[in-house]
């Protein structure tokens, strides 16, 4: 399973995750309500261990009372940055940092490895983190 697979794969079971805690349900109580026999499925599932056909995601998205777009839905950009897929997710982005998103993408797309590493570490300086990615806290 390539990267990319993998890390959509853990931020839709931490979906899952999270909106079953809301609810209220154990792991074993969802998988019931998904037809699943024990709870294995589901924790692999939350874990981003195993992928879900898509006549699962319906039944956990009426279990769960979230909308499909939730669990499959938001991520708009992936990039593939040194081996490890960076991924961004939707949260209110309007028009103008939507067109610059796709201008980034097809920038970084392009950059090679030394580009890549000055870019995360001017990056960094600028959000205020240090090279563990730890923000300061002022």
């Known amino acids: 399973m390539d990267n990319t697979k ?9 979906r899952i995750r999270r909106a079953r805690l809301v609810k209220g349900l154990t792991q074993g ?7 699943y026999s024990d709870n294995t499925t589901i924790y692999k599932i ?4 195993q992928d879900i056909p898509t006549s699962k995601i319906k039944l956990l998205c009426k279990a769960l009372d979230i909308d499909f777009n ?8 992936i990039i593939n940055v040194g ?10 982005v309007d ?6 998103m796709h201008k980034i993408a097809d920038l970084l797309n392009k950059a090679s490895e030394k580009q890549l590493n000055q870019i995360l570490s001017i990056i960094s300086v600028i959000v205020g983190g240090d090279e563990d990615g730890d923000a300061d806290m002022e």
């Open 6 to 14: 993998k890390q959509i794969l853990k931020i839709t079971g931490e």
């Open 29 to 35: 109580e969802l998988a019931a309500l998904c037809g």
């Open 46 to 49: 939350e874990k981003g261990k």
């Open 70 to 77: 939730y669990l499959k839905g938001d991520i708009d950009y």
């Open 83 to 92: 081996g490890s897929a960076i991924i961004f997710e939707r949260r209110s």
């Open 95 to 100: 028009e103008r940092r939507d067109d610059l």
